[in-house]
């Protein structure tokens, strides 16, 4: 696929994205042609995103029933505002 820089400008997320998905994308300006070319392929688009550390400390029992009680009731509370506007 080639398009002029206008195009490119107008559409840049859309056609950067098929670079990523290993379409040929040239770009055309003043003659000369520019290719777009990903650095290096990964596996899969899952394989970019950026792993969160989740630290829960070695204390918490989640087999507590106060705690459990506490959970159910936030997770009530969100539920409840979620679908009070409905």
């Known amino acids: 696929m080639e398009v002029p820089i206008t195009q490119f400008r107008r559409e840049i997320f859309t056609l950067v994205n098929k670079a990523l998905d290993g ?15 990903p650095e ?7 394989s ?8 829960i400390p070695e204390t918490l ?8 009680a506490e959970m159910m009731a936030e997770m ?3 539920w409840n505002k979620d679908w009070s506007n409905f």
Not at 31 to 37: A, F, H, Q, S, Y
Not at 40 to 46: F, I, K, M, T
């Open 23 to 37: 379409n040929e994308v040239w770009v055309s300006h003043k003659g000369r042609r520019l290719k777009l070319v």
């Open 40 to 46: 290096g392929q990964p596996a899969s688009r899952l």
């Open 76 to 78: 009530e509370k969100a």
């Open 61 to 68: 029992d989640l087999n507590d029933p106060a705690l459990k």
């Open 48 to 55: 970019r995103i950026t792993p969160m550390d989740i630290l």
